[in-house]
Every structure is written in structure tokens, then in C-alpha cells.
């Protein structure tokens, strides 16, 4: 396993866990983060073992954005500079074959925002707070965010965050469909490993379809997405993990699926 410097990576069979990994600055983004993450997650969309990527933060915090006090230090190491495509994060995020899921753990703004945003699915810890953040230092914004927030919450309200720059709670971002669970902060990693554990138990197959549909759907014409999904659905449903889902729904039992 590669070595990181401002991440974590850990992969346990099906799961990979990318870790934000700057405690002590809140995981504030540098130029590194930016490299690293674009690299860990390249790793991992290649590996077919991998089905579910959880992203999260290391101590109190997700990410707060972009390290301020680093990038007004006027401080530049060669090491850390990134090319145009280490930004696609999010977009890795968005389109690699894994279904991605944001831990927010706390703190979440910025350039953070953008990167829970390109994920699947978001949970947050009751306490987490979210900003857009970007206007609040005079820049317009990186990591997709214009793309996939008016997706997540609707087209009026991705500009109202973007504009206003207000910091809103978990349960607020629950309420427009921004996050799909808040969990209290101190049964937060509890149900986040429970939530793991349950798409665990879903077949492989249709998991990851499900998310290809998505993605199709996303770039296709309504009868033409319709005509592709049939054609994997037919594929899907005469399966092994179909006819094992079909007999333990008669047996009232758990399907497994090898």
C-alpha cells in the first residue's frame, strides 16, 4: 500500500476507508491532500474487489476546505504542486464503479463540501456544521461544486448556500435532502459501521449496476436510458444473486451471495 502524508487509506476486503488525515489542522486541504486523495481513489475505482469507499476525516473534523493559514504563509514546495486533473476529485468521486459515501464527522466547508458532494451518499454527525464557503474568501469555487450541489438539493437552494455563504446544521441539511442520515455524535461511527455492514450485505452485481444506471441516466435520453436498463436487468434478474435473493425473500431469511 502506498504511503500518504496528509491521508489515510485503508482497504478490508469489499471496503476501502480514505481517511483525511491533518487532525491538527481540522484535515485543511493542501495541495498534497489534493494529490494524494487524487491517487488513492484512482487506486481504488481500479481494483473490482472494492465495492463501497467510505470518505471521512480524521479527529473532530471532515474537511474544513482549503488550509488558509498555509496558503497565506506564501509557503510553495515543487513537491506539492498539482496538475489540472488532481482537481477531478469529485468527479472521481461521482464516477468511479464504487459507490462512494461521505462520513461528515464535523467541520465541512469549501473544498470539502465539494468532495462529500461528489459522493454517493453523505451521513453526518448531528454536530457537523457545512458552508459553501467559497465567497466568504473571494473565490468563486473549485470541486464541481455548481454541478452536483443543484443535483443534490435543487437549483434554487445550491444557490442560496453558494451566495450567502450561512453555515447550516446536519438536521438542516437532512431537511432539503442533502444527507441521507444524521446520527448522534457519540453512536456516529456505530451507525455509520452498521450502515456499511448493510450495503455490504447487498449483491455486488446489482449494487454496482444500480450505480452505473445512475450514472447513464445522468448524460441519457429518457427512452434511451430505459432500453439500457432493461438490457441489464434481464442480465441481472436470470443471476445467481437474483435466484439466491428470490429464494431467501420465499424463505424468509438473508440472502448470501458468494
Given at each position: ?83 489540472s486533473e488532481h482537481f477531478q476529485v469529485s ?168
Amino acid at each position: 500500500m502506498a504511503d500518504y502524508a496528509t491521508i489515510n487509506l485503508r482497504t478490508e476486503g469489499p471496503l476501502a476507508r480514505l481517511t483525511l488525515n491533518r487532525p491538527e489542522q481540522r484535515n485543511g486541504m493542501t495541495n498534497r491532500m489534493v494529490r494524494e486523495t487524487h491517487a488513492a481513489l484512482t487506486r481504488v475505482a481500479a481494483d473490482a474487489s472494492v465495492r463501497l469507499l467510505l470518505l471521512t476525516g480524521a479527529g473532530r473534523s471532515f474537511c474544513p476546505g482549503a488550509d488558509l493559514n498555509l496558503m497565506s504563509s506564501g509557503e510553495r514546495d515543487a513537491k506539492d504542486w498539482c496538475g489540472s486533473e488532481h482537481f477531478q476529485v469529485s468527479a472521481l468521486l461521482h464516477g468511479m464503479p464504487q459507490l462512494t459515501i461521505a462520513a461528515i464527522n464535523g467541520a465541512c466547508a469549501g473544498a470539502g463540501f465539494g468532495w462529500a458532494c461528489g459522493c454517493d451518499l453523505r451521513v453526518a454527525a448531528r454536530s457537523a456544521m457545512l458552508n459553501t464557503a467559497f465567497l466568504n474568501v473571494a473565490v468563486a469555487g473549485d470541486m464541481g461544486l455548481p454541478w452536483s450541489l443543484p443535483r443534490l438539493v435543487g437549483a434554487a437552494k445550491a444557490r442560496e448556500l453558494s451566495f450567502f455563504c450561512e453555515k447550516f446544521s446536519a438536521a438542516e441539511a437532512h431537511r432539503f435532502g442533502l444527507v441521507a442520515r444524521v446520527y448522534d455524535d457519540e453512536e456516529f461511527q456505530e451507525q455509520v459501521e452498521a450502515l456499511l455492514a448493510e450495503l455490504l450485505e447487498r449483491s455486488p452485481t446489482a449494487l454496482a449496476t444500480m450505480k452505473a444506471h445512475y450514472l447513464a441516466a445522468e448524460s441519457m435520453p429518457f427512452e434511451s436510458y430505459v432500453g439500457l436498463e432493461t438490457l441489464r436487468h434481464r442480465e441481472i434478474a436470470s443471476g445467481a444473486h437474483a435466484r439466491e435473493a428470490f429464494r431467501a425473500f420465499i424463505e424468509k431469511r438473508k440472502p448470501k451471495f458468494d
